[in-house]
C-alpha cells in the first residue's frame, strides 16, 4: 500500500534542543561547544537509525516536503541523517527545528550556512549532500557546496543546468546531478534515448502533444519532460520546451490527468502523445507518480552510489542517474 502523501505532514513547532545554535548569540568560539552539545542530545536517536559504518547524509532543505520524504528514506536505508539542515529564509522565519522519523533535524537560515559547514564538515567526516530546495537556489548551492568540496546529489530541477555542470566540473567535486530520481522513471528515459541514438527520424513529421502535471508548489517545467522531448527531437519531432502544457490547477488535475485527490499535493503525471502527419495512428507514453517515495529511494541509491565512486578514487566527477542504474546500484 503506498504511504500517504507528505502534503498532510505537520511541521510541529519543536522546542530548539540550542536556541543559541539557531539564532548566533555566541562567539566564534563558542561554537564548537554547542554545536557539540546538540549533537550529543540527537546523537542517540541518530544512532538507533543509522549503522555505524555508514557515511552522513545531509539533506537540505528537511522543511520542504520532498527533502523531508528523503531524510525519511535515508533513516529507513539505516544511514546517518545529520541532524541539520540549510533552509530558505521564509522557512526558517516559520519553523526553527523539524522532525523526522523521531530526529530531531535544526533548520539554519542562509547567513548562517558557512559557519555552520564548516563545524559540519569537522563533526561528520565525509558528510555528503542531498539537495531539494528550490529551483532558484540551484546554481548558488552547487557553487557553494563547490567551494567547501562537499560532494552532493542535486535532485533540485531547474535553475541553469549548463552552469551548473561547468561549476561543478571547475570545483572538481563529485556529484549526481539529474532532473529525474525516480529509478523506474529514469530507465524510461534512457529507453528513449537509446531509441533515438538507434533509429534517428524514426517519427519524422509526427506531431507531438507534451502534458505534464505536477503539484502547484512545482513552479518549473519538469526536467524529465525537457529530457524525453530531447529524445523525440532526435528521432525527427519538431517541438520545443515552450510547447509543453503545464497543469498545476486542481481543477484540471482531478478532471482532465485523473489525479487521485488525495495525492494532488504530491503527483508527476507526464504524457507523451504522437500523431501522424495524416493522423491514422497514434503512439502515447504515460507515466504517472503518486506521491515521494520514489524520488526519495531514488535520492538515497545516487548517494550510496556517489559514495563508492569517492572510496574508488573515481576520475569522473559529475555523473547521472542513468549512471547510477547502469551500475546496478539500487536497493
Known amino acids: 500500500m503506498q504511504r500517504a502523501c507528505l502534503g498532510s505532514m505537520q511541521l510541529s513547532r519543536i522546542r530548539p534542543l540550542c536556541p543559541q545554535f539557531i539564532h548566533m548569540r555566541h562567539p566564534a568560539d563558542a561554537w564548537g561547544q554547542n554545536m557539540q552539545r546538540f549533537r550529543r542530545t540527537a546523537s542517540h536517536m541518530v544512532v538507533q537509525a ?13 522543511s520542504g516536503k520532498m527533502g523531508h520524504a528523503t531524510a525519511e528514506a535515508v533513516v529507513r536505508a539505516g544511514l546517518e541523517l545529520v541532524p541539520i539542515s540549510f533552509t530558505g529564509e521564509s522557512e526558517g522565519i516559520a519553523v526553527e527545528s523539524i522532525g523526522v522519523s523521531g530526529i530531531p533535524v535544526e533548520l539554519i537560515l542562509p547567513e548562517k550556512r558557512q559557519l555552520v559547514m ?6 561528520y567526516p565525509g558528510v555528503l ?3 531539494y530546495t528550490l529551483p532558484s537556489a540551484v546554481n548558488e548551492n552547487a557553487l557553494f557546496y563547490g567551494s567547501n568540496g562537499v560532494p552532493f546529489v542535486m535532485g533540485t530541477t531547474g535553475g541553469d543546468r549548463q552552469k551548473l555542470i561547468a561549476d561543478v566540473e571547475a570545483a572538481g567535486v563529485h556529484a549526481v546531478i539529474a532532473p529525474q530520481m525516480g529509478k523506474q ?147
Open 50 to 62: 543509522a549503522q555505524r559504518d555508514s557515511f552522513p547524509i545531509m539533506v537540505n532543505s528537511c
Open 118 to 123: 564548516e563545524q559540519v564538515k569537522m563533526d
Open 129 to 131: 549532500v542531498i539537495d
Open 185 to 331: 522513471v529514469v530507465a524510461f528515459q534512457a529507453t528513449m534515448e537509446l531509441m533515438a541514438e538507434q533509429f534517428p527520424g524514426a517519427f519524422a513529421g509526427y506531431n507531438l502533444q507534451v502534458v505534464e502535471s505536477h503539484q502547484r508548489s512545482k513552479v518549473d517545467t519538469s526536467g524529465t519532460a525537457k529530457a524525453i522531448i530531447g529524445s523525440f527531437q532526435k528521432l525527427g519531432v519538431d517541438f520545443n520546451e515552450s510547447q509543453i502544457e503545464k497543469v498545476r490547477d486542481k481543477g484540471r488535475q482531478l478532471d482532465m490527468m485523473g489525479v487521485p485527490e488525495a495525492n494532488l499535493d504530491g503527483h508527476a503525471f507526464h504524457t507523451y502523445s504522437l500523431t501522424s502527419p495524416e493522423g491514422s495512428v497514434f503512439f502515447s507514453f504515460t507515466h504517472n507518480v503518486c506521491g515521494r517515495d520514489i524520488y526519495a529511494e531514488g535520492s538515497v541509491d545516487a548517494a550510496l552510489f556517489l559514495s563508492q565512486q569517492i572510496q574508488a578514487k573515481s576520475s569522473k566527477k559529475i555523473f547521472n542517474m542513468i549512471d547510477v542504474l547502469r551500475a546496478g546500484s539500487m536497493r
